[in-house]
């Protein structure tokens, strides 16, 4: 095969490899832009802010991103995360020694029971269980908002890291478009100095080939 040959059809297999690096790069850029616009709108939508630092209780001030965010409107991925772990996950692990929404059913289940059999009996202990009943709901109904709300800001959040992500490989998709037009660039170049007489991986003639004729 011709040098030339070679060279200009490597060259021309670069430039569209570039064209489709840069194709996917502006996909993936789009992408990510789309994803950090709408967990941002999303988030903001909440109006959720964090306590000012003055206001933070001594273990908030133990949750460094608390106080880092301290005062400021959660509109980020990385805020929701902060708030959702640090500061809602917090307040929870101290909403009735840190059981779930799922635990609470089962001594909520069992006081109403005990409710209605006291109510039945004419139990003196009654108002006691009443009282009990109350709170654990209160607990339980006080979890499952806290719940809630972590799991919605944890799934922004880490909807924020596939944009994060996409324009991560957006930029390694750019940087790679960018080299192979570059190669492409050398390969014309190399080309067009290239003789067109010049092969690429000729055969060696052997040696009866070279023998001169009419020895």
């Known amino acids: 095969m011709k040098r030339r040959t070679l060279d200009l059809v490597v ?5 569209v490899l570039a064209g489709l690096l840069l194709i996917a790069g502006l996909v993936l850029t789009s ?3 789309f994803a950090k616009n709408y967990v941002t709108d999303q988030l903001s939508a909440q109006n959720i802010t964090f306590k000012t630092a003055d206001t ?8 460094p991103c608390v106080v880092e965010y301290a005062g400021q409107k959660l509109t980020t991925g990385k805020q929701a995360e902060c708030y959702a ?15 779930t929404y799922a635990e609470l059913g089962v001594p909520q289940s069992q006081l109403r029971a005990q409710v209605a059999e006291a109510e039945k009996a004419g139990a003196p202990n009654l108002a006691d269980l009443q009282a009990q009943l109350a709170e654990v709901s209160q607990q339980r109904d006080t979890v ?3 719940e809630t709300l972590r799991g919605l800001l944890l799934t922004s959040y880490g909807f924020s890291e596939f944009g994060t992500k996409a324009a991560q490989f957006a930029t390694l998709a750019f940087l790679a478009a960018a080299a192979m037009f570059i190669l492409a660039l050398f390969g014309f170049t190399h080309a067009l ?14 040696e009866q080939d070279r023998t001169p004729v009419g020895v």
């Open 11 to 15: 060259s021309v297999g670069g430039l």
């Open 31 to 33: 992408n990510a832009n």
């Open 56 to 63: 933070l209780t001594d273990e908030e001030k133990a949750q």
């Open 85 to 99: 772990n640090n500061f809602i996950g917090l307040h929870l692990k101290s909403t009735a020694d840190g059981k």
């Open 144 to 146: 499952f908002k806290g």
């Open 193 to 206: 100095v290239t003789p067109k007489t010049a092969t690429f991986a000729a055969p060696e003639a052997n």
